[in-house]
């Protein structure tokens, strides 16, 4: 390992670090490269504009595939899908929950697809058990009455966070790999036909960062085409698809439930926790940084969902949030639907540079072995011949994502029996401890600068039927009276973390979330004035 892992004065004034790898792009895809390359024995800096898995890979159903879905589409996809659930089962289970999942058909849904299932299934080596009606109904008894056929496969449920968290923490105890939130890259400096720095920007004080690396990854999801842009790069093209999913109060299954035919909106119900997610919608878009769900999105994904499980179109939902999806190639007239789910590595050697690659498409499901195709090629110009063990070496038993696994607090708590650890959030049972190791363990960010969204990403603050309404001002006011918190900018942090739980709550505000929204609103409006706040 040859890095400076301690930033330097750089003569134009900006703070410089220099490392073997720098990695673009802190979803699951690029914290599995920086896990993947440390125990080769790489050292690396993982950068994003924004925060861990603030794109797709924090913005999906957490369903880890079995393959089934793709079965009837993306062939290719299906194998790989099915083969890193296997292997994910085994080395991360602290974030899996082995749901299993189930395919189910209603009256008006084309019986020539259930017939030819088991077989689509069975060519991608996918385990496929049919269910009689009732056997289905009695296990699951939300199903609908007009229920004609059932399919078991080896579905299951991953927590994206808690999956990152974990592989970013591992790559930092084995080679001090940092991890820099709110980096943007600005733009590279190239000279003879390889990159030789990347100028970044700290998004908390606009500071200049100058990374200084050997190999440069692009894992920028959505946003690959743009950063390969800014290497000078045309080779990378992207359609881009929005997904719309909503959070149900409940779980109202045990297992993923499935449509029966080919992908569709509104056609999945992941149970994750004590919620379940439905989804998801599919729109073309350009738009990468302002999406958000309608309320037709909303209504699209119920009125499908509810055709086999009735109980959704009466549901509590606590929000709704959507997501860019990075596609392989234009569909088309086909429809988005068609598009690979597959995934591309370009080494960029036919655009005139030599240390530099993108890896993109892909999902959740995949992102272990993407890692591993794009860690192969670094280390291979980078003269390191060390095999990737990322499908036999297990994530550590330590893991700094254990506060976002969801029931992990109220069971770590209780079994702390400490009268003075303070419950913040109720609804998920977070106490102060949960925050202050947080703090503790949030690597290269300024505790002071730490924002309330970026304490919930790393554990379950937010994440319960009251969104936020309590425990944001719980937390900030712990924040305070510990000192992180000092000005109005912990004010401002409190109102940007609301502002935020109220994008998602917005286009689901009926019944009973609705009256949630008119106490928040009493709270943080009328009662902290925070609609007002000047953070100047």
């Given at each position: 390992?040859?890095?400076d892992?301690?930033p330097?004065p750089?003569p134009?004034g900006a ?8 990695i673009?792009?802190g ?12 125990l080769?024995?790489v050292?690396s800096?993982l950068?994003d504009?924004v ?5 797709a ?5 957490g369903?880890?595939h079995?393959?089934?879905r793709y ?5 290719e996809a299906a ?6 659930n ?11 929950e082995?749901?299993?999942g189930?395919?189910v058909?209603?009256?008006?849904d084309d ?5 030819r299932f088991p077989?689509?299934c ?5 385990r496929?058990?049919e269910?009689?009606?009732a056997?289905?109904?009695r296990?699951e008894?939300?199903l609908?009455?007009?229920l ?5 496969v080896?579905?299951a ?6 999956l990152a968290?974990?592989n970013v923490?591992?790559a930092?105890?084995v080679t001090g790999s ?7 890259l600005v733009?590279f400096?190239i ?6 720095s990347?100028?970044c920007r700290?998004n908390?004080?606009?500071?200049s960062?100058?990374v ?5 990854v692009?894992a ?7 950063i390969a842009r800014?290497?000078?790069c ?9 997904g719309?999913l909503?959070v149900?109060?409940d779980?109202m299954t ?6 029966l035919r080919?992908?569709g909106?509104g056609d999945?119900?992941?149970?994750g926790?004590?919620?379940?997610l439905?989804?998801?919608t599919?729109t ?5 940084d302002?999406?958000?769900p309608?309320?037709e999105?909303?209504?699209?994904n119920?009125r499908?969902g509810?055709?086999?499980?009735p109980?959704?179109?009466h549901?509590?939902?606590?929000r709704?949030f959507s997501?860019?999806?990075?596609l392989?190639?234009?569909a088309?007239?086909a429809g ?8 591309a590595l370009?080494?960029?050697?036919g655009?005139?540079l030599?240390?530099f ?9 995949t992102?272990r072995l993407m890692?591993?195709?794009a860690?192969?090629?670094v ?5 390191n011949?060390?095999?990737?063990t990322t499908?036999?070496v ?11 696994e ?6 770590l708590w ?5 009268p003075?650890?303070?419950i913040?959030c109720e ?6 401890s949960a ?7 949030a690597?290269?960010t300024?505790?002071?600068a730490?924002?309330?969204e970026?304490?919930s990403l790393r554990?379950?603050?937010g994440k ?11 937390v900030g006011?712990h924040?305070?009276d510990?000192?992180?918190y000092?000005?109005a900018g ?11 739980r109220?994008r998602g709550?917005r286009?689901v505000?009926?019944?009973q979330?609705a009256?949630?929204m008119?106490l ?8 902290l004035?925070l609609?007002?706040l000047d953070a100047?």
């Amino acid at each position: 390992m040859n890095a400076d892992t301690h930033p330097q004065p750089d003569p134009s004034g900006a703070a410089t670090l220099d490392t073997e790898v720098l990695i673009i792009g802190g979803g699951v895809t690029g914290a599995g490269i920086m896990r993947d390359l440390a125990l080769r024995g790489v050292h690396s800096v993982l950068i994003d504009k924004v925060d861990l898995c603030a794109g797709a890979s924090g913005g999906n159903h957490g369903l880890l595939h079995s393959g089934a879905r793709y079965v009837s589409t993306d062939l290719e996809a299906a194998i790989e899908c099915r083969q890193e659930n296997e292997l994910l089962k085994r080395l991360a289970p602290g974030c899996i929950e082995a749901t299993g999942g189930l395919f189910v058909a209603v009256e008006g849904d084309d019986p020539a697809f259930g017939a030819r299932f088991p077989d689509l299934c069975a060519q991608a080596g996918i385990r496929c058990d049919e269910l009689t009606v009732a056997d289905a109904r009695r296990q699951e008894p939300h199903l609908s009455e007009r229920l004609t056929r059932a399919f078991r496969v080896p579905d299951a449920t991953v927590d994206p966070f808690h999956l990152a968290l974990a592989n970013v923490d591992h790559a930092r105890i084995v080679t001090g790999s940092i991890y820099r939130s709110h980096t943007e890259l600005v733009r590279f400096e190239i000279a003879d036909g390889a990159i030789r720095s990347a100028v970044c920007r700290d998004n908390r004080t606009g500071a200049s960062v100058v990374v200084r690396a050997r190999q440069y990854v692009n894992a920028g999801g959505a946003w690959a085409m743009n950063i390969a842009r800014l290497a000078g790069c045309a080779d990378v093209s992207l359609t881009y698809a929005k997904g719309t999913l909503l959070v149900n109060h409940d779980r109202m299954t045990h297992h993923v439930v499935n449509r029966l035919r080919p992908p569709g909106d509104g056609d999945i119900l992941v149970p994750g926790g004590t919620v379940c997610l439905l989804g998801t919608t599919s729109t073309r878009v350009t738009e990468l940084d302002r999406v958000g769900p309608t309320i037709e999105e909303v209504d699209r994904n119920i009125r499908e969902g509810s055709a086999m499980i009735p109980a959704l179109a009466h549901a509590r939902y606590t929000r709704a949030f959507s997501r860019v999806r990075p596609l392989l190639q234009n569909a088309g007239t086909a429809g988005d639907r068609a598009a690979s789910r597959g995934f591309a590595l370009l080494d960029h050697a036919g655009q005139n540079l030599s240390n530099f690659c993108t890896i993109t498409g892909g999902k959740l499901t995949t992102f272990r072995l993407m890692a591993q195709k794009a860690a192969d090629l670094v280390a291979a110009r980078l003269g390191n011949a060390a095999p990737s063990t990322t499908a036999s070496v297990p994530l550590p038993g330590r893991d700094a994502g254990r506060w976002a696994e969801p029931g992990a607090a109220a069971k770590l708590w209780l079994a702390a029996k400490d009268p003075s650890d303070m419950i913040l959030c109720e609804c998920e049972m977070v106490p102060q401890s949960a925050i202050d190791e947080i703090l503790a363990t949030a690597g290269d960010t300024a505790p002071g600068a730490l924002s309330i969204e970026a304490i919930s990403l790393r554990s379950r603050v937010g994440k319960g039927p009251c969104q936020g309404s309590f425990c944001g001002i719980r937390v900030g006011s712990h924040l305070y009276d510990r000192g992180t918190y000092v000005d109005a900018g912990g004010l401002a942090r409190m109102r940007d973390f609301f502002d935020e739980r109220f994008r998602g709550q917005r286009p689901v505000i009926w019944g009973q979330q609705a009256a949630q929204m008119e106490l928040a609103e009493a709270l943080h409006c009328g009662l902290l004035g925070l609609d007002t706040l000047d953070a100047d």
